[in-house]
């Protein structure tokens, strides 16, 4: 049965900082395209980050660049989302997805993706 499962998200006060990890089972991550989406109350899902399942490239979202790193550990199947200088703004449910066949920036559309972890809840407030 393949599986992502989310944790590390909390409350953190701005300006602070936040790993979120995702840990794959029934597969072998290194094969896939793994994304980091997120979704705000009243907002469409969004894509924050991805790596591409052709190189390992990395993509981010445009309101991230700079302060959120993706990236994961094959020894442990693990894909993580290092999220510093957080703004209140970035306050969702974060989510990761796996998919074969996902290559460069398409990885941060969201409906190519067919494995869903359940979220965690990320919240930067004061």
């Known amino acids: 049965q393949l599986q992502l499962v989310e944790s590390g998200g909390g409350l953190v006060q701005p300006g602070g900082s936040l790993r979120l990890s995702c840990l794959a089972s029934?597969?072998?991550?290194?094969?896939?395209?793994v994304g980091w989406f997120r979704q705000a109350p009243g907002k469409e899902r969004e894509g924050v980050s991805c790596i591409s399942g052709s190189d390992g490239s990395t993509y981010y979202a445009d309101s991230v660049k700079g302060r959120f790193t993706i990236s994961t550990d094959n020894a442990v199947n693990t894909v993580y989302l290092q999220m510093n200088s957080l703004k209140p703004e970035d306050t969702a449910v974060y989510y990761c997805?796996?998919?074969?066949?996902?290559?460069?920036?398409?990885?941060?559309?969201?409906?190519?993706?067919?494995?869903w972890g359940q979220g965690t809840q990320v919240t930067v407030s004061s």
């Open positions: 029934g597969f072998t991550l290194n094969y896939y395209a």
């Open positions: 997805a796996a998919a074969l066949f996902v290559y460069d920036r398409k990885c941060l559309r969201d409906y190519e993706y067919n494995y």
